[in-house]
């Protein structure tokens, strides 16, 4: 089976190319994502709240976007994440939702096929 190894993600109307994280790209990607939600993150995902779902999302297509896209914050026109309004944040959120998430959960599947639960015994 082939996975795809990148996967064409518009934002405001720029195409940018994504690949596939390399080790040291996920790992500060999972860093990305605990300093946004203040290390709140498994908090926010336990608690099934819709503000807490979007706002991961929003996490998650941050700390993924700006990782893997060099030029994301020049495309929005902004200076910082953490002071970018909400709506800019929305367009971010539909790129990660409608394009990136199932490129990613395909290549996710076949990485942790055949692995053991990652819980302890």
């Given amino acids: 089976m082939s996975i795809k190894t990148t996967v064409k993600v518009t934002i405001k109307g720029t195409d940018c ?22 290390g709140r993150y498994a908090e926010m995902a336990r608690s099934g709240l819709i ?30 994440y953490e002071t970018m309004d909400m709506m800019t944040g929305k367009e971010l959120v539909k790129a990660y939702r409608n394009t990136y998430a199932a490129f990613y959960k395909e290549f996710t599947n076949a990485l942790y096929e055949g692995l053991e639960t990652d819980e302890p015994k």
Avoid: C, R
């Fill in 17 to 38: 190319e994504v690949k596939i994280p390399n080790v040291s790209q996920s790992f500060k990607i999972e860093e990305l994502k605990m300093d946004l939600t203040g």
């Fill in 51 to 80: 503000v807490h779902n979007y706002n991961l999302d929003l996490a998650d297509a941050i700390a993924i976007f700006s990782v893997m896209i060099p030029d994301l914050k020049k495309i929005l026109g902004i200076e910082s």
